[in-house]
C-alpha cells in the first residue's frame, strides 16, 4: 500500500487476459492486492507463479510480486470481495447467438459483490460492458445487499491488447474513467498517479460507451483499408502504400490500416455486435457499422478464393497454414480468422500442415490431430514440407526472417498466399517463390 492512501487493498476479480495483467500491474506499482477467480485451477497455477495463458513479460513480475507479498490470489471470490476496498470487475463478457452481450458473469459476480459487503466499496466496471451497465450494477447490489449498502460504481474500460498487456498496462495512451462521486474519482485518480498518464474523467455512461465506440472504430479502419484493398486489386495498385500515404496523415493515422484477412479475437468482433446491438436498442440506426462486419465476414472467402486463384483445384492438395493465434504473441484464438480458414479448406478436401509458435494446443481443442488430413507441425519449416502452398494466416515476427531457400527444399510448389501482408514480396520472389498478398501486386 502506497503511504497516506485512502483506500487499503484493491480486489481484482476474474483473472484472464485482462485481470491477471491489471492485477501484477497494480501490486508492482506499490499497491496491495488480491486476485480472485471462480476457476479455481486457475487460481492453483497463477498462485505457483504461472500464467494460464501466453502474455510475453507477464509470468516474472507475476512471480515477483507474488515473493514480495504485493499479490495475493484466493480462489474465494468472496474472501478477496471482503479484503478489498476497491473491485475491479474484470470477467468475461461474451456474446448471446443475437450478438448482444451475454452479461451473467458481471451479474454473478455482482451477487458475491452484494452477498459479502462489509463496508464501503468502490466497484469498478472493467469489463467491456453496454452503457447503462452500471444502473443495473447499482440495481442489483440494493437487491441484494440492501438499502443500506454502503458503495458507489465506476467505469474503467480497458483498452491493453493481447501480447503487449503488461507494456501496455505500464504505458496507456489513455486511462478513461467514469464516476458518480467526488470519492470515487478521488481514489481512481490516486490509484492511477504513479502511471502519470493522462486521463480523461466523465460520466459512467459516457465512460461505458467510450470503450465499444473505440474498438467500433478500430474494426471500421480495418474492414475500410480491406475494401481498398481489393479496389487495389482490381486497379493494380499497392494498398500497403496507399496504408503508407494516408496514414502519415495525423487525422487518420498509420494503425489498424493493414490490409488482410480481417479482425478477429475477443474484443473487436463481439463489441462490435453488442455497439449494433445498443444501437438498435436504443432505436439509432448504425447501419454503417453492419457493414464493417459484412466486410469482414466476407474476407475469409476472398482469402480461400485467392487459394484457389493460386492452386486451381485444392481437393488434396495439401496446404502449410501458418499461424493459428488471432494475432501474434498470444495464444488467444476466440473469433481467430484461422478457424473459419480451417473449416473452409478441410471442406475443400485439402491436407492440412499446421504450426503456430503458441496456438496449437488451443486449436486441437477444436480440431484434433487427424493425419494425414490435419497435422500439427513443431516448426513453420516443418509444416512446408512437401506442402503445395504456404499460407500466412498469422504475422508471427518469426516468418519474416526464414532462411526461404531452406523453405524452398522441403516445400512441394514454391507458393506462399500471405494473408497478412507480412512478408516483403521482392525477396520471397527472388527466391523464387510465387507470392500472392493481398491488395498488391
Ligand atoms: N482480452 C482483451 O484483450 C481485452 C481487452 C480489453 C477489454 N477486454 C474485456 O475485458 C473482459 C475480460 O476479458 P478477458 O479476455 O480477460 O476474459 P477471460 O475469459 O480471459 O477472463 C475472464 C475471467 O473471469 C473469470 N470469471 C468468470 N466469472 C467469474 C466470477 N463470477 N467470479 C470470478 N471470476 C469469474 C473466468 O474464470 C476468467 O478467468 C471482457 O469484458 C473483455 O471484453 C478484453
Known amino acids: 500500500?502506497?503511504?497516506?492512501?485512502?483506500?487499503?487493498?484493491?480486489?481484482?476479480?476474474?483473472?484472464?487476459?485482462?485481470?491477471?495483467?491489471?492485477?501484477?500491474?497494480?501490486?508492482?506499482?506499490?499497491?496491495?492486492?488480491?486476485?480472485?477467480?471462480?476457476?479455481?485451477?486457475?487460481?492453483?497455477?497463477?498462485?505457483?507463479?504461472?500464467?494460464?495463458?501466453?502474455?510475453?513479460?507477464?509470468?516474472?513480475?507475476?512471480?515477483?510480486?507474488?515473493?514480495?507479498?504485493?499479490?495475493?490470489?484466493?480462489?474465494?471470490?468472496?474472501?478477496?470481495?471482503?479484503?478489498?476496498?476497491?473491485?475491479?470487475?474484470?470477467?468475461?463478457?461474451?456474446?448471446?447467438?443475437?450478438?448482444?452481450?451475454?452479461?451473467?458473469?458481471?451479474?454473478?459476480?455482482?451477487?458475491?459483490?452484494?452477498?459479502n459487503l462489509n463496508g464501503y466499496k468502490l466497484i469498478v466496471e472493467k469489463s467491456t460492458v453496454p452503457v447503462q451497465t452500471a444502473q443495473w450494477i447499482k440495481r442489483t447490489i440494493l437487491r441484494y445487499a440492501g438499502n443500506d449498502a454502503k458503495f458507489d460504481v465506476a467505469s474503467n474500460p480497458e483498452f491493453l491488447r493481447e501480447g503487449t498487456a503488461v507494456h501496455d498496462f505500464f504505458h496507456p495512451d489513455r486511462i478513461v474513467i467514469g464516476v458518480e462521486s467526488e470519492r470515487a474519482k478521488k481514489w481512481l485518480l490516486e490509484l492511477y498517479k504513479p502511471l502519470n498518464a493522462p486521463i480523461v474523467v466523465t460520466d459512467v455512461n459516457t465512460s461505458e460507451l467510450i470503450k465499444h465506440a473505440a474498438n467500433s472504430f478500430l474494426a471500421l479502419k480495418i474492414s475500410f483499408i480491406n475494401m481498398i484493398s481489393d479496389l487495389c486489386e482490381a486497379v493494380g495498385a499497392d494498398v500497403t502504400e496507399v496504408a503508407k500515404g494516408i496514414g502519415l496523415d495525423p487525422r487518420i493515422?498509420?494503425?489498424?490500416?493493414?490490409?488482410?484477412?480481417?479482425?478477429?479475437?475477443?474484443?473487436?468482433?463481439?463489441?462490435?455486435?453488442?455497439f449494433i446491438h445498443i444501437a438498435e436498442e436504443h432505436r439509432v440506426d448504425f447501419s454503417l457499422l453492419k457493414e464493417v462486419e459484412r466486410i469482414n465476414d466476407a474476407r475469409i472467402d476472398k482469402f480461400v478464393r485467392k487459394v484457389k486463384q493460386a492452386l486451381w483445384v485444392l481437393k488434396d492438395k495439401t496446404l502449410?497454414?501458418?499461424?493459428?493465434?488471432?494475432?501474434?504473441?498470444?495464444?488467444?484464438?476466440?473469433?481467430?480468422?484461422?478457424?473459419?480458414?480451417?473449416?473452409?479448406?478441410?471442406?475443400?478436401?485439402?491436407?492440412?500442415?499446421?504450426?503456430?509458435?503458441?496456438?496449437?494446443?488451443?486449436?486441437?481443442?477444436?480440431?484434433?490431430?487427424?493425419?494425414?488430413?490435419?497435422?500439427?507441425?513443431?516448426?513453420?519449416?516443418?509444416?512446408?514440407?512437401?506442402?503445395?502452398?504456404?499460407?500466412?494466416?498469422?504475422?508471427?515476427?518469426?516468418?519474416?526472417?526464414?532462411?526461404?531457400?531452406?523453405?524452398?527444399?522441403?516445400?512441394?510448389?514454391?507458393?506462399?498466399?500471405?494473408?497478412?501482408?507480412?512478408?516483403?514480396?521482392?525477396?520471397?520472389?527472388?527466391?523464387?517463390?510465387?507470392?500472392?498478398?493481398?491488395?498488391?501486386?
Not at 16 to 38: N, R, Y
Not at 86 to 95: A, K, N, R
Request: with cysteine; net charge negative; hydrophobic share 40%.
Open 320 to 441: 502449410a497454414i501458418w499461424g493459428l493465434s488471432f494475432k501474434p504473441n498470444t495464444d488467444d484464438i476466440r473469433e481467430a480468422p484461422s478457424l473459419k480458414v480451417i473449416s473452409r479448406l478441410l471442406e475443400e478436401g485439402t491436407n492440412l500442415r499446421l504450426y503456430d509458435p503458441a496456438a496449437m494446443e488451443n486449436v486441437k481443442q477444436i480440431f484434433p490431430e487427424k493425419p494425414p488430413k490435419l497435422l500439427y507441425c513443431k516448426s513453420a519449416l516443418e509444416a512446408a514440407k512437401n506442402a503445395h502452398a504456404i499460407l500466412i494466416v498469422t504475422d508471427w515476427e518469426e516468418f519474416k526472417n526464414l532462411d526461404w531457400n531452406k523453405v524452398k527444399e522441403v516445400i512441394a510448389l514454391p507458393i506462399i498466399v500471405d494473408g497478412r501482408n507480412c512478408l516483403d514480396p521482392k525477396t520471397v520472389r527472388e527466391a523464387g517463390f510465387e507470392y500472392y498478398g493481398i491488395g498488391r501486386v
Open 1 to 115: 500500500m502506497a503511504k497516506g492512501s485512502s483506500f487499503k487493498t484493491v480486489g481484482i476479480l476474474g483473472l484472464g487476459h485482462v485481470g491477471l495483467p491489471t492485477a501484477v500491474g497494480f501490486a508492482e506499482l506499490g499497491w496491495q492486492v488480491i486476485g480472485t477467480d471462480s476457476d479455481s485451477a486457475k487460481v492453483s497455477l497463477i498462485a505457483v507463479g504461472r500464467c494460464p495463458f501466453y502474455e510475453p513479460d507477464l509470468e516474472p513480475l507475476l512471480r515477483k510480486n507474488l515473493a514480495e507479498g504485493s499479490l495475493e490470489v484466493t480462489a474465494d471470490v468472496g474472501e478477496a470481495v471482503r479484503k478489498s476496498d476497491i473491485l475491479f470487475v474484470c470477467v468475461g463478457t461474451p456474446q448471446k447467438p443475437d450478438g448482444s452481450p451475454d452479461l451473467s458473469q458481471v451479474e454473478s459476480v455482482i451477487r458475491t459483490i452484494a452477498e
Open 253 to 274: 493515422g498509420p494503425q489498424f490500416l493493414q490490409a488482410g484477412i480481417g479482425y478477429g479475437g475477443y474484443c473487436l468482433p463481439k463489441d462490435l455486435r453488442a
